[in-house]
């Protein structure tokens, strides 16, 4: 019976197994979608607009007509390249951690990550819930389970801003400047120093443990004072709790760090990816022609884009990602009547995806569960 409750729990945290947790989910699931869709409307109105009366947005025949079907089978391919790289990395630390190649749970955890994310609001739900499902491995312990997800985080987040910071500074002598882009790009600085504050504060927690732990308690105090945080000492707990495992974490990683370079090797590749696949969607459906310039360029639109929207506070920057990516990504010479497709081929393939993806196995996961109850019921 454990056994069984388990598995019909793997994706599902346990407040979604009661019916009112369950309805509230359902509600939930129904204003991400509808905002989803709102979204899409507002990237081709706004596209419409960009791109002027001359150039109105194609239609989908139309867009058929313009495809690039060589270039879009290489986008195909780096979106799987793409899953598997991030599941790979999973993979390595439960293999180093448990002595055994756990695929299956790799890709689970990659996909529960990218769907908690998605839906929640600066893409912070992903992490705790992942180390939910794998704690709930009888063959998982406990610190390996909560190291995992962090390491993971870590690796990727260092990696992530440290090319981030080469992308923007050379932004200004790849793209042209408007006030759109100017714009844009100090809201992305301003944004990378708001979220580059979590690794830095994990270093400094890790070097001077004590006086970092008197400054969140503090810093939690004042916020707490002007209403921005509202239980103030379970806030404190969770935070200081949560260096504290990131502290340990990385610790333990720079000690060992030769033992990680897979991981490491991993997380530069994701990025990479991550960054390429906007060019491998302009290159398909953009009727341009594929240079080192044209990816350097569409690599500083991807972090502008990005890190502008993740001063939205929406779920997986719904609607913030569609509206900043028209702007800057209309900078792209020769895809102004494709715009609104460019932007939204690239959120469907790395984001509406994991979305309709995690729905669907949630979806699954309380039809199944329900069923069995029942049938537990009536034996």
Known sequence: MAEEKQKNSDFLPDNLETGKRSRWWWVKTALLLALIVLSIVMLFTLGNYLSGEEEKQLGFFELLQRIDYKMFGILLGAILLYILVESGKYAFLLKKYTGKFRMRTAVKTMFIGKYYDGITPFNTGGQPFQIYYLHKKSDIPHGPASAIPVLRYIVYITILTALTIVLLAIAPSLLESTPVTRTMLILSWISLVVNASLPVMVIMFSLFPRPCKKLVIKLIKFLSKIHLVKNRYKTTIKYVRELSEYSATLKKFMREIYKYIPLILLSCMEI??????????????????????????????????????????????????????????ITVSGIGSVIGWVVLTWRLFTYYLYILAGIGINIFEIIRSSYRAKKRARA
Request: net charge negative; aromatic share 8%.
């Open 272 to 329: 990479l990816l991550f960054l390429t696949i906007p060019f491998f969607v302009v290159t398909a459906i953009g009727d341009v022609e594929p240079t080192v310039h044209l990816a350097m360029q569409i690599a500083c639109l991807v972090v502008i884009t990005r890190y502008s929207a993740l001063l939205v506070p929406t779920p997986g920057n719904t609607g913030a990602v569609e509206a900043t990516g028209s702007l800057v990504f």
